[in-house]
């Protein structure tokens, strides 16, 4: 399989040449020459496989001959270590966990992916030592952080807005050590995401260390969430009903891969993309206009991105016909007291104590459905552990949020991190080193 940047300025690379780099020299995202089709029968036997061998299956044709069987088969045993379980809201909604990985969000996944891709790449290839710079506004730099630890070859920093992240998520990114640097940074994420942004096309910075990023703009963490939908579609409920999933979308990689599922095959009927009030692309299908925003904070704040970098890629998908997109992709956005209220319904009428990104896929998905004249089986995909948000859950609910097993001590480790106000300071310290 080749790949080619869609800003169509650059050569075509393998997949682990475009796992390296991240974004083309041109600075396009990634895209697959083709998606493959996958055989029927594989859809009418997906009972007869585990999360593992779908998800071999599913993403094989992505890796070719860049990583052998049994190492990718390895790889994706490390990555699905745990479970996806399906919970019932109501008759005919349900939610779809992806928060039981070791960091509590679904971007577990596709770092756990992308760092044993690499991994492997600097086994083979004997490049250079690869620094990973990434910024984050909370969930990205743990999981990054916990996908990357202790793997050779590679040295991650990420930044971080001082007090600007919660707790849990500051020990998540502070207290591994090892080859993990965390950088506070006295400004906002916006700060962050700029002064790597900075680094990236600094000269003295690029002669010297190998860089690269961790987002979801690469193609190891954006396609491995495919596995998400294969695994929603073995393990539905309704079998006989058709499938509507709503994603609850901020940079649209997890969406969009979900897309791709469609395309190889997969039986899902419609997909939704739910948002805050950053409703870029519900704004787009409703009007046809593509106007990026200033992003807005809001309580589900890992989906405050007002320019979702992974759109390009869905309109790619759809030959930017949107009369074809919007056949099978419907947008819905909510504010935060909508979100408060939704938390509020899940509980009362199931016990459940959903975040406030899986309270937005509720959402979208109830007007999905209102609006829709079919019956279908409607699964939201609950993106993180409610105990991730839990000031926000405990208040609106007046209880308390369990603290799930795993992580229990981890509010008891030492913090470990690097202070720093300006870009010269970054930049000293990845040349010092
Ligand atoms: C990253 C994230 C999202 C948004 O996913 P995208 O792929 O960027 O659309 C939603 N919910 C949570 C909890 C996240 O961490």
Known sequence: ??????????????????????????????????????????FNNINSFSNQEIAFKVIQPFVGKDIPEDRLKKIIQDTLSFEFPIVPITETVATLELFQGPTLAFKDVGARFMARSLAYANEVKKNEKLTILVATSGDTGGAVADGFYKVEGIDVVILYPKGKVSKIQEKQLTTLGENITAIEVDGTFDDC?????SAFIDGDLIRNISLTSANSINIARWLSQMFYYFIAYKNRIHPNKKLAISVPSGNFGNICAGLVAKKMGLPVDQFIASTNINDTVPDYLDSGTYSPKKSKPTLSNAMDVGDPSNFIRIQKLFNNDIFKLKKILSGYHYTDSQTKKAIKEIHEISGYIADPHGAVGYLGLKQFLQDSTEVYQGLFLETAHPIKFIDTVESTLKTTVPFPERIKGILDRKKSSVSIHSYEQLKTFLLER
């Open 193 to 197: 995401q700029d002064m790597v942004k």
């Open 1 to 42: 399989m080749k790949y080619y940047s869609l800003n169509y300025n650059s050569q075509d690379v393998s997949f682990l040449d475009a796992v390296r780099k991240g974004l083309a020299p041109d600075r396009g995202l990634y895209f697959p020459k083709e998606i493959p089709k996958l055989p029927k029968d594989f």
